[in-house]
């Protein structure tokens, strides 16, 4: 039976930039080959992404972490400043870089529609466009490699409390920061969603998180608490 007039849920409207041609075609490509996603512009840099933004009012932006004019953090950069102007787009932020600070930086003023993704990731058109759809919808991802990184860094502290954490936990941890909700980490693991609610419960209890009430939420704070971020600006870190 076909789908009442008005019934059928609006494109995501994606606004994307990168300075590598080869890959901003590659990625305007993949857009556009999916029925649930327009692409309303592509641009090399910070400035025409900002144009674009102003001018075709995107949900979702799709960022490179460095480009020009800066050439530093300009993908965090526009997250951070949309954070603040047009908190309704969410911002997918790739990188090639596995640095659990830039993921925290990006998600600093809140984690809630922000992804953060390896370039590797973008040649599986099913795990960017998963992570649209996730930031549109207010949710957030963390690549898994980052949030690998995260727990090495803290497992070599001895007084680190994921020593306390099951090899199951861990692996549930890991879903936690991609946005999975509990149902899709059963599902990811061939588990019962009550079993899964037990070990989020638990890790949550061992890392004194059970405070948090939500995915994004979650996500956040995971990622300060794993990476023993201290209170501070991110305008005090390094460019």
Same mark, same amino acid.
């Given at each position: ?15 994307? /930039? ?28 910070? *400035? ?24 530093? !953090? ?7 400043? +949309? ?21 925290? *930086? ?20 099913? *795990? ?11 949710? $957030?991802?963390?690549?898994? /490699? ?13 007084? $680190? ?51 948090? *009430?939500?995915?994004?939420? !979650? ?6 608490? +794993? ?10 870190? /390094?460019?």
């Amino acid at each position: 039976m076909a789908e009442p007039a008005g019934t059928r849920a609006a494109a995501i409207r994606v606004a994307l /930039a990168d300075d590598s041609a080869l890959i901003r075609e590659g990625l305007a490509s993949m857009l556009a080959g999916n029925d649930n996603l327009e692409l309303v512009g592509a641009g090399s840099d910070g *400035e025409e992404l900002e144009e674009l933004i102003s001018t075709a009012r995107p949900d979702v932006v799709v960022t490179d972490l460095r480009m020009p004019p800066s050439g530093g !953090r300009e993908g965090i950069r526009i997250a951070t400043r +949309l954070r603040h102007s047009d908190p309704q787009i969410g911002v997918v932020v790739l990188s090639q870089y596995v640095d659990p600070d830039f993921a925290i *930086e990006l998600m600093w003023d809140g984690s809630s529609g922000r992804a953060y993704l390896l370039k590797d990731r973008v040649a599986d058109a099913p *795990e960017l466009i998963r992570a649209i759809e996730a930031v549109s919808e207010g949710r $957030s991802v963390v690549d898994p /490699a980052v949030v690998e990184a995260l727990i090495e860094v803290q497992q070599r502290k001895q007084s $680190s409390p994921l020593a306390e954490l099951t090899d199951r936990e861990r692996e549930v941890l890991s879903l936690i920061a991609e946005g999975r909700s509990n149902a899709a980490i059963a599902e990811s693991l061939v588990l019962t969603k009550r079993a899964v609610e037990k070990h989020v419960n638990s890790i949550f209890a061992k890392l004194r998180l059970t405070e948090a *009430e939500n995915v994004s939420r !979650r996500v956040k704070a995971t990622l300060m608490f +794993l990476a023993d971020v201290e209170v501070a600006e991110p305008s005090s870190r /390094a460019g």
